[in-house]
């Protein structure tokens, strides 16, 4: 953060960091959770933390922020207006970084599925996108 940052583009800045446990990730692990599937958080020992680790099937769930990561639709297009030589940089070093650990993970075993935040509003196709991706839940006798 450097000084003649604004108040502005502080807050907005802010507003839009990455924490543990933001609402899109929240949505993804009730939905799995409900499915039957289990899994650990924050695979702090793999590529990137993946937010979902399905360790016995060697998958992993990232959920995004579209506007962080720089993801292709509308909201993830949204670039305050001023100083967007910065904002374009910092999003773009984020996706570089993305597609590395993503990369580095599958050449680890491990199948990758993102899930970006402009999914959650269809959670039909969401259900359906996490289940395609995880295969048949676990069996409850
Ligand atoms: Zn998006």
Not at 2 to 10: F, G, P, V
């Amino acid at each position: 953060m450097t000084e003649n940052e604004t108040k502005e583009h502080r807050s907005w800045t802010m507003s839009r960091v990455k924490s543990k446990d933001t609402a899109p990730e929240m949505v993804v692990r009730r939905l799995v959770h409900s499915l039957g599937y289990r899994y650990r958080l924050h695979g702090a020992a793999l590529p990137g933390k993946p937010d979902l680790v399905f360790a016995g099937r060697r998958k992993v769930i990232f959920v995004h922020g579209c506007y962080w990561h720089g993801h292709d639709c509308k909201r993830g297009a949204r670039i305050p207006a001023t100083r967007q030589d910065y904002w374009l940089k910092k999003i773009g070093r984020n996706r570089e970084r993305d597609a590395v650990n993503v990369s580095s993970l599958e050449q680890l075993g491990w199948d990758v599925l993102v899930v970006w935040e402009c999914e959650m509003k269809d959670r039909v196709a969401l259900t359906d996108q996490l289940k395609a991706f995880l295969g048949e839940p676990p069996q409850t006798a």
